[in-house]
């Protein structure tokens, strides 16, 4: 039977219960997961007098396996624990080495190594030698949609309540970099009026700089509306704020909206709760937008608009565009959405 695989709020929970293991691998896309498990690892684990003698902290590319296996082997100075973090571990040479000391590692130690942007394959000896002592956490990418979960979740926890518009706001400005978008909603949380206790979309436009009436979301629901003025006062907007409101940006969005539009087209079940199980959204209310969008748009439509669309990223990029601004690239891919 296959071992069920630790999500980060599994560690995080043991971890807070001093529930230990010697050893912790991870990887993954994903940095901000990882930089979490570490962090408090590095914060907690030991007090302010004991980090002096058992906290080292080393980079791949400045140590070897060796090294880190030595030093691992070492016990605690007036200390239960020492911890040994090891930064972007994707750098050290010859990692398989490691499984010498996982096979037999020393319970004192607690050793975490941080292996980004990449993975071991989990079908070597060191990958399966490491979910027996230690723990073999990988730290995947998050999908669009999940976005907004992981926004209003992340705001739960702080005791603060954020509107919808705000947060389709953030995720469209921002994106998937959990790290940033934290940095941004700590930024709002410090922000808040005293006693304040919920994000609007005005407070989003004043400390972060969207314009809650001029950014993507509000563009695709001009598009969804078939508002050719609305759309049109939006692009020029972008226009006039290129650093704020990057063409790539727009387009990447648009892309996945009318993908998962033609993906909408396909789904067993064309009410709120098909459409959401398919698309995987968090919620059925949020498949509204797609509901009446399906309505505005035909599936042959919708065909044509995502190779619409690809064209313009391509000239995005200057491909067969010598003269079109990004505005125009914008100002003629509205034009044939809406016509």
Not at 44 to 54: A, G, P, Q
Not at 117 to 144: P, Q, W
Not at 164 to 188: N, P, W, Y
Not at 279 to 295: Q, V
């Amino acid at each position: 039977m296959a071992r069920q695989e630790l999500t980060c709020d599994d560690i995080l929970k043991e971890l807070r219960a001093k529930q230990y293991r010697p050893v912790y691998y991870l990887m993954g896309e994903e940095a901000y997961y990882i930089d979490l498990i570490s962090d408090y690892i590095i914060n907690n684990v030991l007090s302010e007098t004991e980090k002096e003698f058992n906290l080292t902290v080393v980079y791949g590319a400045d140590t070897d396996v060796a090294t880190i296996i030595n030093a691992a082997k070492r016990y605690p100075m007036m200390a239960e624990h020492q911890v040994i973090v090891v930064k972007e571990a994707q750098a050290v040479r010859n990692m398989d080495e490691l499984i010498y000391y996982v096979q037999k590692p020393l319970r004192s130690t607690i050793l975490v190594l941080c292996h980004k942007h990449g993975t071991i394959d989990r079908r070597k000896k060191l990958a399966v030698e490491i979910e027996k002592s230690g723990v073999l956490f990988e730290s995947k990418k998050i999908r669009d949609a999940q976005l907004p979960t992981f926004i209003t979740a992340y705001m739960k926890r702080k005791g603060i309540e954020i509107e919808h518009k705000a947060t389709e706001m953030l995720t469209d400005f921002i994106g998937a970099d959990l790290s940033r978008m934290v940095s941004e909603l700590e930024k709002l949380i410090i922000t808040l009026p005293e006693g304040q206790k919920r994000v609007t979309p005005e407070q989003i436009e004043k400390n972060i700089g969207i314009s809650k009436d001029y950014n993507n979301f509000e563009l695709r629901n001009a598009l969804i509306e078939k508002d050719v003025l609305k759309a049109n006062r939006i692009i020029k907007y972008f226009e006039e704020n290129p650093k704020t409101n990057p063409i790539q940006m727009t387009l990447s969005i648009l892309f996945s909206f009318y993908a998962n539009l033609m993906l909408a087209y396909y789904a067993p079940d064309r009410s709120e709760q098909g459409i959401a199980a398919t698309l995987g959204l968090r919620s059925p209310w949020l498949a509204r937008d797609y509901m009446n969008a399906m309505r505005k748009f035909t599936g042959v439509k919708t065909m044509q608009i995502i190779g619409d669309i690809r064209r313009a990223d391509a000239k995005s990029k200057g491909v067969r565009n010598a003269t079109m601004t990004d505005g125009d690239i914008l100002r003629e891919l509205v034009f044939k959405i809406l016509h």
